[in-house]
């Protein structure tokens, strides 16, 4: 592996750390703003924590993770490979993760609840899977 290969595989890692901190930390803000009431202060200010955690943090960070993964993928030849299918199986969950997270965002914006905080503490969890696998599937390489 060339030595710019190594800076593309570690600028992924790092734009995948982003990304993961923002999708545990979005639906703990929902929890929260789920139960505050509308057009008061706090409201006011998830509004603005998520949507700038949402367009500042995790969006961004899911290009670069998924435009790095390709472009890693793609130089090492790796698409033919089991493990990475399950990978970007996985990935893709994720970014559907991040789109759902995304609609709600804009919800809550609007000033709609559109699930109580019991939903965000559950959906909170699938990020947390999701990352378990592709971790797994990245070390071990099972097939």
């Known amino acids: 592996m060339s030595d710019w290969s190594l800076w593309l595989k570690s600028l992924h890692i790092m734009a995948f750390a982003a990304w993961m901190a923002a999708m545990w930390y979005l639906p703990r803000l929902m929890v929260y703003h789920s139960d505050k009431v509308v057009g008061s202060d706090s409201s006011e200010t998830f509004k603005i924590m998520e949507r700038r955690l949402l367009k500042g943090i995790a969006t961004p960070a899911m290009i670069v993770t998924i435009v790095l993964g390709v472009w890693l993928g793609v130089i090492q030849n790796q698409f033919s490979d089991g493990w990475l299918h399950a990978k ?28 109580p905080a019991r939903f965000y503490r559950m959906i909170n969890e699938v990020p947390t899977v999701l990352f378990v696998g592709i971790v797994l599937l990245v070390i071990l390489k099972p097939f």
């Open 88 to 115: 970007l199986l996985l990935v893709l969950g994720m970014a559907a993760c991040h789109g759902l997270l995304a609609a709600h965002v804009k919800k809550f914006g609007r000033d709609e609840r559109p699930k």
